[in-house]
């Protein structure tokens, strides 16, 4: 099963480390290791998130976010946005800007590091949405009761994660301003370009969550008719499956997996430019990273971990917002990577052991114990 799942991954790596050496020799070998580490330990919370999603997709298109879905993220996000980000923002062509990545990497290095608030906005807006979107809706199972159950009751007041994001997109966006102006002005106009990159992240948001959501709830009445007919097979002694989503709105899930992939994918792409600024040991580096996230995934959901460790989604989610939060704090002050994914792997290590608690009292209790009493009791 384990080497079934992360075989393609060992694979990449075997063929992603000898490339780094024919390329660049042992430091480059050193590099590209550093970078899939790097990769691995920022985007554990994605797998884990990305499990969730997955897992309510069929096979078919469980295979496509395997196959096209790895082609998009490893090329997509790790070898063609660092350079888009450059031709954009230098106003370059395409193949100058490739030029450039690979001629001058100094130079390529500053002009992405100019963009980064543009960049940063974008993505912590798009992962703030989609952890204040958890935390204010009202689940059976909660990890940190004393904070959620209020939270779940804030949460019926209409548009209030939208409100609480741009409020915090305006704070922003102003800290920046005022950052800028105070440094003789030349990048003034960032704030603006801050807000104007957040503001794009929270329509992204919108967009594909809102359609993949829309979808999802329109095959509920279909799925229910499905369900009524798989109980009436089985009452007639035939094999039962679970209902998984397909067409459109397993499309629109996909696509919703796609864009927070990439939204997932800023602060590691961001952060390799601390290690290095070779786009070509970036690309290495960051694409073995990409592929053990995929292999992760489908581990999670073939396993069955989510719902065996029930607290993993929460810790996932908490750690979309320390991420978010800390994509917003570095458009003006630089964080380490290290702080980025340690924040990260704590809070889903402590999810993990809240739930293997959780699973130790209802086994006490005889395995199906009060569900209740569970939720009081869990959490750290």
């Known amino acids: 099963m384990l080497l079934k799942t992360f075989g393609w991954s060992f694979a990449v790596t075997a063929l992603g480390l000898v490339a780094a050496v024919f390329y660049g020799g042992w430091t480059a070998f050193g590099i590209v290791a550093i970078l899939s580490i790097l990769e691995i330990s920022l985007s554990f919370d994605n797998a884990v998130v990305n499990a969730g999603i997955l897992k309510k997709m069929n096979a078919f298109w469980q295979k496509i976010f395997l196959t096209i879905g790895i082609l998009i993220a490893v090329f997509g996000m790790r070898l063609v946005f660092p350079v888009v980000i450059v031709a954009v923002s230098a106003q370059l062509g395409p193949i100058e800007a490739v030029d450039l990545a690979l001629t001058d990497k100094d130079r390529y290095q500053e002009l992405v590091t100019d963009a980064h608030p543009s960049i940063a906005a974008f993505g912590g807006m798009f992962l703030l949405m989609i952890f204040l979107d958890f935390i ?19 949460g019926k007041v209409d548009m209030l994660s939208v409100c609480i994001a741009l409020v915090v997109l305006l704070v922003s966006a102003i800290t920046f301003g005022a950052h800028a102006h105070q440094h003789g002005g030349t990048h003034a106009d960032k704030a603006e370009t801050v807000l104007l990159a957040g503001i794009a992240g929270l329509i992204t948001y919108m967009i594909v969550g809102g359609l993949s959501g829309y979808f999802e709830d329109k095959l509920e009445e279909e799925e229910e008719r499905e369900h009524e007919e798989e109980e009436a097979a089985e009452r007639a002694g035939k094999p039962r499956s679970a209902v998984k989503l397909a067409g459109k ?17 800023f602060d590691g792409v961001i952060g390799a430019f601390a290690i290095t600024n070779d786009i070509v040991l970036m690309a290495l580096g960051l694409g073995i990273g990409a592929m053990y996230v995929r292999s992760l995934t489908v581990y999670l959901v073939r396993q069955g971990t989510l719902d065996d460790y029930v607290y993993l989604e929460h810790g996932a989610h908490y750690a979309i917002g320390a991420l978010a939060v800390i994509l917003l704090v570095t458009i003006q002050y630089q964080i380490n990577e290290i702080i980025t994914g340690l924040v990260g792997v704590v809070l889903i290590g402590a999810s993990f052991w809240s739930s293997v608690r959780r699973n130790k009292r209802l086994a006490e209790a005889g395995g199906d114990g009060d569900q209740e009493k569970a939720e009081v009791s869990s959490g750290v």
């Open 136 to 154: 204010f809706e009202d689940r059976d199972i909660k990890w940190l009761g004393w904070l959620e159950r209020p939270l779940a009751k804030l």
């Open 249 to 265: 709105a397993a499309f629109f899930m996909f696509l919703y997996l796609e864009v927070l992939d990439a939204s997932f994918s």
